[in-house]
C-alpha cells in the first residue's frame, strides 16, 4: 500500500472522503455534513410590528442545474442550499412578503437535500408550503420577454446559495438583463453565500443579441460578504466537495469591482445601498431579518 493509498484509507477513516452516492456523484463527506449541515438552524422567530399589506413581492431566482463537474471529473450533487432559501423565506413570511419563484426555463429548482435541517420544524413546514412552487417555478426567459418592462410586482430580487447557484445563472443573459432592469428601478438585490456568483450576469449582454452597453459593471464599487474563495479552495481537503472546483466566482466579481469584504463564512451580513448579502448558512438568520427590515423600511 503506497503513500497515498494510507492517506485515502485515514481521510475515509475519519470520515473526510466525500461519499458517492451513484456513480461518479458525490456529496459531502460525514464530517463535513456534522459540521456544515446542522440538523437545526439558527431562525429565531423574529416578529414584526408592522407587517407589510401592500402588493410588491419578491423575486426568487433559483438555479435548475444539480451537478457541478470537478476539475477531476467527479460530480457534485448541489443546488441551491435549503437553510440559505427557506431561513430567509421564513422572515419573509413573517414581515408580510409573498415570494414568486423563478427559474432560467421555468425548470424546477434543484436544492441540496443533504443539507435539509431534519429536526427544524420551522424550516420543514415552510419548504412543504414552496415544495409545489419549487417543482413548477415560473420562467425567467419568459418574464423577461413578456412581461418585465411594465411590471411593477417586486421590490427585491433574492438568490439564495448553495453551489448550484454557479450552475448556469452567472451565464444566464435573461437573468443579466433582470438583474439589470432591477437596478435600473431601484430593487433590493439580496444574495448570500454562493448566490453572488449570479451576479455575474449583468455583466453579460442582453438576450436580444444588442450590446449590454457601455456602462460599468452594475455592482462596481459595491462592497459584500460572499461565500470566500479560500475557503472553497479548502473544501476538498475535509471531503465537502469531492475535488477542486472549475472555478471561483468570487474572483471573477473582484475583478469586476466588487470587494468582498469577509474571509470566513463566519455568520457576516452587510448591506452597501440595496445589494444586502450573507456569507454563508450561519448568516441565513441574519440576512432575512435585515433584507425583512429593510424591505419594510422603503416600503412603509
Given at each position: 500500500m503506497?503513500?497515498?493509498?494510507?492517506?485515502?484509507?485515514?481521510?475515509?477513516?475519519?470520515?473526510?472522503?466525500?461519499?458517492?452516492?451513484?456513480?461518479?456523484?458525490?456529496?459531502?463527506?460525514?464530517?463535513?455534513?456534522?459540521?456544515?449541515a446542522?440538523?437545526?438552524?439558527?431562525?429565531?422567530?423574529?416578529?414584526?410590528?408592522?407587517?407589510?399589506?401592500?402588493?410588491?413581492?419578491?423575486?426568487m431566482?433559483?438555479?435548475?442545474?444539480?451537478?457541478?463537474?470537478m476539475?477531476?471529473?467527479?460530480?457534485?450533487?448541489?443546488?441551491?442550499?435549503?437553510?440559505?432559501?427557506?431561513?430567509?423565506?421564513?422572515?419573509?413570511?413573517?414581515a408580510?412578503?409573498?415570494?414568486?419563484?423563478?427559474?432560467?426555463?421555468?425548470?424546477?429548482?434543484?436544492?441540496?437535500?443533504?443539507?435539509?435541517?431534519?429536526?427544524?420544524?420551522?424550516?420543514?413546514?415552510?419548504?412543504?408550503?414552496?415544495e409545489?412552487?419549487?417543482?413548477?417555478?415560473?420562467?425567467?426567459?419568459?418574464?423577461?420577454?413578456?412581461?418585465?418592462?411594465?411590471?411593477?410586482?417586486?421590490?427585491?430580487?433574492?438568490?439564495?446559495?448553495?453551489?448550484?447557484?454557479?450552475?448556469?445563472?452567472?451565464?444566464?443573459?435573461?437573468?443579466?438583463?433582470?438583474?439589470?432592469?432591477?437596478?435600473?428601478?431601484?430593487?433590493?438585490?439580496?444574495?448570500?453565500?454562493?448566490?453572488?456568483?449570479?451576479?455575474?450576469?449583468?455583466?453579460?449582454d442582453?438576450?436580444?443579441?444588442?450590446?449590454?452597453?457601455?456602462?460599468?459593471?452594475?455592482?462596481?464599487?459595491?462592497?459584500?460578504?460572499?461565500?470566500?474563495?479560500?475557503m472553497?479552495?479548502?473544501?476538498?481537503?475535509?471531503?465537502?466537495?469531492?475535488?477542486?472546483?472549475?472555478?471561483?466566482f468570487?474572483?471573477?466579481?473582484?475583478?469586476?469591482?466588487?470587494?468582498?469584504?469577509?474571509?470566513?463564512?463566519?455568520?457576516?451580513?452587510?448591506?452597501?445601498?440595496?445589494?444586502?448579502?450573507?456569507?454563508?448558512?450561519?448568516?441565513?438568520?441574519?440576512?432575512?431579518?435585515?433584507?425583512?427590515?429593510?424591505?419594510?423600511?422603503?416600503?412603509?
Amino acid at each position: 500500500m503506497n503513500i497515498q493509498d494510507l492517506l485515502d484509507k485515514a481521510k475515509d477513516t475519519l470520515g473526510l472522503e466525500a461519499q458517492e452516492t451513484e456513480a461518479g456523484i458525490f456529496i459531502p463527506s460525514k464530517s463535513s455534513l456534522k459540521l456544515a449541515a446542522p440538523s437545526k438552524t439558527n431562525y429565531d422567530h423574529t416578529e414584526y410590528d408592522a407587517p407589510y399589506t401592500g402588493d410588491k413581492k419578491i423575486l426568487m431566482v433559483c438555479t435548475e442545474e444539480q451537478y457541478m463537474t470537478m476539475e477531476n471529473g467527479k460530480k457534485f450533487d448541489t443546488g441551491n442550499h435549503p437553510v440559505e432559501m427557506m431561513v430567509p423565506l421564513l422572515h419573509f413570511k413573517q414581515a408580510g412578503f409573498k415570494v414568486d419563484v423563478f427559474t432560467p426555463t421555468g425548470e424546477s429548482v434543484k436544492v441540496e437535500q443533504w443539507a435539509m435541517p431534519d429536526n427544524d420544524d420551522d424550516v420543514k413546514k415552510i419548504y412543504a408550503e414552496y415544495e409545489s412552487t419549487l417543482n413548477n417555478p415560473k420562467s425567467i426567459a419568459n418574464f423577461v420577454k413578456n412581461d418585465m418592462a411594465d411590471s411593477e410586482d417586486y421590490a427585491a430580487i433574492f438568490i439564495p446559495g448553495g453551489h448550484g447557484a454557479m450552475l448556469g445563472l452567472p451565464e444566464d443573459q435573461n437573468l443579466g438583463e433582470l438583474l439589470r432592469w432591477g437596478h435600473n428601478r431601484d430593487l433590493f438585490t439580496l444574495a448570500i453565500c454562493h448566490g453572488p456568483a449570479a451576479l455575474l450576469a449583468a455583466n453579460l449582454d442582453s438576450p436580444n443579441g444588442s450590446d449590454k452597453s457601455e456602462s460599468d459593471f452594475i455592482f462596481k464599487g459595491y462592497k459584500m460578504v460572499a461565500f470566500p474563495t479560500g475557503m472553497d479552495k479548502q473544501m476538498p481537503k475535509l471531503g465537502y466537495l469531492p475535488g477542486t472546483m472549475p472555478w471561483y466566482f468570487g474572483e471573477k466579481l473582484e475583478d469586476l469591482g466588487v470587494t468582498i469584504s469577509n474571509k470566513l463564512a463566519s455568520g457576516q451580513t452587510h448591506q452597501d445601498r440595496k445589494l444586502i448579502s450573507g456569507d454563508g448558512p450561519l448568516a441565513a438568520n441574519e440576512f432575512g431579518k435585515i433584507s425583512a427590515k429593510a424591505l419594510l423600511k422603503e416600503l412603509s
